[in-house]
């Protein structure tokens, strides 16, 4: 099994629409959690970060389920320049006692006009 | 400058060459991290130097070497590449927090290309 597991994509959805993207972990010392955007042919940069109550920013809101291992992101109202590939984060703390960030394969979304 | 700045953006070289990624960071972080990103595979840790320790993955090939002169500065030199190294060398850098999250910076990449 995969450490972070995404579904792949594409997500073809049409403007305004409202899409939802998951992510499943499998270590259960994972500690903290974000969503990555990256654009095609760029790096990937921080679209937010998921703390255990859930967050929201503006049209984008996060959340995360601890005791079944999945985080969620939901786009609401979606624009064009929301086509990109989003990439689940995790960090968790393994037993060398270090920190390492584990990246999903990403799930890519097309926002058609 | 400010951000990651990583050079050469694109490179292309054969096999028997050497060669050297440069990442440089402005942001004050003490945390410097060399990931690579092939085709439709997740982001994979390379190398990891943090308040001065260098932490590896086990699985890179030692044709991979970083270098790590100080907290702003970072090198990865290539010698001896497979074509299967071709791929996307990104750089990033975070704080280094004992407990709570590392977000990281990342630079452009410098897209490798081995013949």
């Known amino acids: 099994r995969k450490e972070v597991e995404q579904d792949p994509g594409p997500f073809n959805v049409p403007e305004g629409a409202t899409v939802a993207f998951n992510c499943t972990y499998s270590?259960?010392?994972?500690?903290?959690f974000f969503w990555y955007r990256q654009d095609c042919r760029k790096e990937p940069k921080l679209l937010m970060s998921?703390?255990?109550s859930g967050n929201e920013d503006g049209r984008f809101t996060a959340q995360l389920n601890r005791a079944s291992q999945y985080i969620s992101l939901l786009i609401r109202d979606s624009k064009l320049s929301d086509s990109a590939t989003y990439l689940c984060v995790v960090n968790a703390v393994m037993d060398t006692g270090r920190r390492a960030l584990t990246f999903g394969s990403g799930t890519r979304l097309q926002v058609q006009p | 400058e400010t951000g990651v700045t990583q050079t050469p953006r694109h490179l292309v070289m054969g096999m028997t060459n050497k060669k050297s990624l440069k990442c440089e960071q402005h942001?004050?972080?003490?945390?410097m991290y060399w990931y690579k990103q092939s085709a439709k595979k997740p982001l994979e840790l390379m190398f990891v130097?943090?308040?001065?320790?260098?932490?590896e993955n086990n699985s890179v090939p030692s044709r991979f070497s970083p270098e790590c002169p100080n907290s702003s500065h970072l090198f990865l030199h290539l010698h001896t590449l497979q074509p299967e190294d071709s791929a996307l060398y990104l750089c990033?850098?975070?704080?280094?927090?004992?407990?709570?999250?590392?977000?990281?910076?990342f630079g452009a990449g410098s897209r490798l290309t081995v013949l």
């Open positions: 942001l004050g972080h003490n945390a």
């Open positions: 130097y943090s308040l001065e320790e260098r932490v």
């Open positions: 270590n259960s010392a994972s500690q903290s």
């Open positions: 998921v703390y255990s």
């Open positions: 990033a850098s975070s704080h280094n927090r004992v407990s709570g999250a590392n977000v990281l910076t």
